[in-house]
Structure formats: C-alpha cells, structure tokens
Nanobody, 124 residues
C-alpha cells in the first residue's frame, strides 16, 4: 500500500516562505508522477503543480507560477514544493498526490494516491 505523508505546513506572514515535503513509501517512488493540490475553506480542491517521474518536467497553475517551485528527490522518496512570496490567498490545506506510471497533470482524477494534507496559513 502506498502512503504519502506531507509536512512543513504552518503559519507565515504575507511575503514569507515555506517548503512543504511529501514522503512516499510502499512502492518505487520513481514510478510516480507527483502533484500538489490545495483546498481552501468553502472552495474546491485546485491544482498547484506537478512533476514527472524523472523530475525533468514541471507544470504550475497560473496562480503560483513564478512563486512556487516543485522538485523531487527520488533517492529520498520525497517531493517538495518551495513556496515564496506567499499571499493570504495561498491559505489552504495542501495535499500531495501520486500517479502511478502516469503523466500526472492538473486533474485530481488522474491521481489515485493522496496524503492527508498539511495546513498552510498566510496572515496579512
């Protein structure tokens, strides 16, 4: 069984930075494309970024492009998202997701495995 565990969330002031991590266990990590999603209160879950299995290709939502950077370390079975210049509207629960042998993408339906989420709160 695949398990995803996010960490690194917290409270930060606007303009600050956080780095989220997602540790994956249970199968060969390099076989998964990985994505980050977020869900704010009262809103639908939305795509943040994804990265392909080798880490050579990334894609971002327009709302985070230029501020967030997704990366992965296949030796450590971990995917990251570095979040800079945070804004109050970035406040949400952030989830990592895994797409086994797939290409990832911006649709949550592409991902079969999900973490439990980590809260990010950005104060103004």
């Amino acid at each position: 069984q695949v398990q995803l565990v996010e960490s690194g969330g917290g409270l930060v002031q606007a303009g600050g930075s956080l780095k989220l991590s997602c540790a994956v266990s249970g199968r060969t990590f390099s076989l998964y494309a990985m994505g980050w999603f977020r869900q704010a209160p009262g809103k639908e879950r939305e795509f943040v970024a994804d990265i392909n299995r080798s880490g050579t290709s990334t894609y971002y939502s327009d709302s985070v492009k230029g501020r967030f950077t997704i990366s992965r370390d296949n030796a450590k079975n971990t995917v990251y998202v570095q979040m800079n210049s945070l804004k109050p509207e970035d406040t949400a629960v952030y989830y990592c997701a895994a797409d086994f042998l797939g290409a990832g993408g911006s649709s949550s339906q592409q991902y079969k495995y999900w973490g439990q989420g980590t809260q990010v709160t950005v104060s103004s």
